[in-house]
């Protein structure tokens, strides 16, 4: 059983898999191929925005985007404390500081109350002035945007969208990446669309803004490679990348995505009433990067992953740790917040196998494992 299944994709997609693989070799156009330019457009229709910039991958997609704004020391920027190293990380790396928020339990997303708080604390201080918000799609759900919108109109902030995990989620109607003043996504191989090794997109609907990350993604480029007008970046994603990446979106959209929600439903169904299985609020739908269940403590997370790996059953903890609790920011102030919920979390989550093409007697065996440790 594999914990997102690539080999029996690839086995799926294999007739129009190798024909887009072979048309890149046979064209021997491996850097900025007309495929890098169809894949921008295709994604930018998807996601219902102007533009899409695709880079190398998704970590780079977020510090292009804080470099579009002049993000800086100085800045301060509020990301929520349960999410990958990479949000956080980018905000350290341009040199301003990220101050963390605490998350909502039920969608593992950022706490909009927590936000605010936050927002108060900094602005309180002095110190630092507010200049964006890192929102998470985490584990493919979007954030509460009506919410987060109002708040960052009211303190004139930035939204920063990693949908790094979300593409393919949907919010009121709305795709994922659509839902930033900029959004990224990855396609980490294991991401809900994924290449055969590392790639990202930033979208906007902004000409401005999509201009300079185009010249920001190749050193800062202008009318050409040698005309160079600011300080960029080498952050390309490859034309064989992109030539996977349009058989996989395909799929993607064709089966692919319905087929991971319609298994997300059998988990939810057939395990909400021993652990506490996603919420999907009333007007969203999830993009299924993984699917995570909450024990009631860390003794019980402990067992039911030791349980199902001791029957080959793969799983994963994302994330044993917050933000706030990371080595790299032990020296960060938490601002008053405590990130209860993030901690609790931390200690109970636990993501099971789920792909479009995991078999029902593997995801049987995956319930009946589970149920038998916490019935």
């Given at each position: 059983m594999e914990f997102r299944d690539l080999k029996k994709q690839y086995e799926v997609l294999k007739p129009r898999m190798d024909a887009a693989i072979g048309q890149v070799l046979e064209d021997s156009n491996y850097i900025s191929g007309r495929q890098v330019a169809e894949l921008e457009q295709e994604l930018a229709d998807y996601v219902d925005v102007r533009h899409c910039i695709a880079c190398a991958n998704g970590t780079d997609a977020l510090t292009l985007?804080?470099?579009?704004?002049?993000?800086?020391?100085?800045?301060?920027?509020?990301?929520?404390?349960?999410?990958?190293?990479?949000?956080?990380?980018?905000?350290?790396?341009?040199?301003?500081?990220?101050?963390?928020?605490?998350?909502?339990?039920?969608?593992?997303?950022?706490?909009?109350?927590?936000?605010?708080?936050?927002?108060h604390a900094v602005l309180a201080e002095g110190k630092l002035t507010p200049k964006a918000i890192v929102t998470v799609d985490l584990f493919g759900l979007p954030a509460d945007y009506n919410r987060i919108r109002q708040i960052a109109d009211k303190?004139?902030?930035?939204?920063?969208?990693?949908?790094?995990?979300?593409?393919?989620?949907?919010?009121?109607?709305?795709?994922?990446?659509?839902?930033?003043?900029?959004?990224?996504?990855?396609?980490?191989?294991?991401?809900?669309?994924?290449?055969?090794?590392?790639?990202?997109?930033?979208?906007?609907?902004?000409?401005?803004?999509?201009?300079?990350?185009?010249?920001?993604?190749?050193?800062?480029?202008?009318?050409?490679?040698?005309?160079?007008?600011?300080?960029?970046?080498?952050?390309?994603?490859?034309?064989?990348?992109?030539?996977?990446?349009?058989?996989?979106?395909?799929?993607?959209?064709?089966?692919?995505?319905?087929?991971?929600?319609?298994?997300?439903?059998?988990?939810?169904?057939?395990?909400?009433?021993?652990?506490?299985?996603?919420?999907?609020?009333?007007?969203?739908?999830?993009?299924?990067?993984?699917?995570?269940?909450?024990?009631?403590d860390s003794q019980e997370r402990n067992q039911v992953e030791a349980h199902l790996k001791e029957h080959g059953v793969p799983c994963m903890i994302y994330y044993r740790k917050g933000m706030h609790q990371q080595t790299a920011f032990k020296d960060l102030s938490c601002y008053g917040e405590t990130f209860e919920v993030t901690t609790s979390v931390c200690s109970r989550v636990l993501s099971l196998p789920l792909s479009p093409y995991l078999t029902e007697e593997d995801q049987q065996k995956v319930i009946r494992l589970i149920r038998e440790k916490t019935m």
């Open positions: 985007a804080l470099m579009a704004w002049g993000i800086q020391k100085g800045d301060a920027v509020f990301v929520p404390d349960f999410t990958f190293f990479s949000s956080a990380e980018t905000v350290a790396y341009e040199g301003a500081t990220p101050v963390f928020t605490d998350i909502l339990e039920d969608t593992f997303n950022m706490d909009p109350d927590s936000l605010e708080r936050a927002i303190y004139d902030l930035y939204i920063l969208e990693d949908a790094a995990q979300g593409f393919g989620g949907v919010y009121h109607g709305k795709r994922a990446g659509s839902f930033g003043d900029l959004a990224i996504t990855s396609f980490f191989p294991a991401k809900p669309l994924g290449c055969y090794g590392d790639g990202g997109a930033i979208f906007t609907d902004q000409k401005e803004w999509a201009d300079l990350l185009r010249s920001l993604r190749v050193h800062g480029k202008g009318s050409d490679k040698y005309d160079n007008v600011c300080i960029g970046m080498n952050s390309r994603l490859d034309t064989l990348q992109a030539a996977i990446l349009q058989v996989k979106f395909r799929a993607f959209k064709e089966q692919e995505l319905a087929e991971t929600d319609r298994i997300a439903k059998i988990y939810a169904k057939e395990l909400k009433d021993c652990v506490k299985v996603p919420q999907i609020p009333e007007g969203l739908g999830s993009g299924w990067a993984q699917y995570s269940i909450l024990l009631k």
